[in-house]
Nanobody, 124 residues
Framework: QVQLVESGGGLVQAGGSLRLSCAAS????????MGWFRQAPGKEREFVAG????????YYADSVKGRFTISRDNAKNTVALQMNSLKPEDTAVYYC?????????????????WGQGTQVTVSS
């Protein structure tokens, strides 16, 4: 079992920045690829970014490429999502998720554990 707790969400103006953090506890964090997903009202949950077990592999949705950066610290059992140049369309609940594999998947069904989510609201 892996417990995930997100933090760092909030309200920000367009063009601003936020840093989300996800703290993991339970099983060995470094055994899991990690992903960030988001879900806006009335929409499906979508992949935002993923990082492999050792940070060597990072993947981004086209919509956030060049603006968001995913990172992890296996010594601290944390994964972060630095979000810059935020847009109103980035408004959503953001979730971190853990997948027991080397390379993160973009599909929600592949993930084994999920956090409770943190709200990000970007005003225009």
């Amino acid at each position: 079992q892996v417990q995930l707790v997100e933090s760092g969400g909030g309200l920000v103006q367009a063009g601003g920045s936020l840093r989300l953090s996800c703290a993991a506890s339970g099983r060995t964090f470094s055994n899991y690829a990690m992903g960030w997903f988001r879900q806006a009202p009335g929409k499906e949950r979508e992949f935002v970014a993923g990082i492999g077990r050792s940070s060597g592999s990072r993947y981004y949705a086209d919509s956030v490429k060049g603006r968001f950066t995913i990172s992890r610290d296996n010594a601290k059992n944390t994964v972060a999502l630095q979000m810059n140049s935020l847009k109103p369309e980035d408004t959503a609940v953001y979730y971190c998720a853990a997948e027991n594999t080397f390379i993160p998947s973009v599909a929600t069904k592949e993930y084994d554990y999920w956090g409770q989510g943190t709200q990000v609201t970007v005003s225009s």
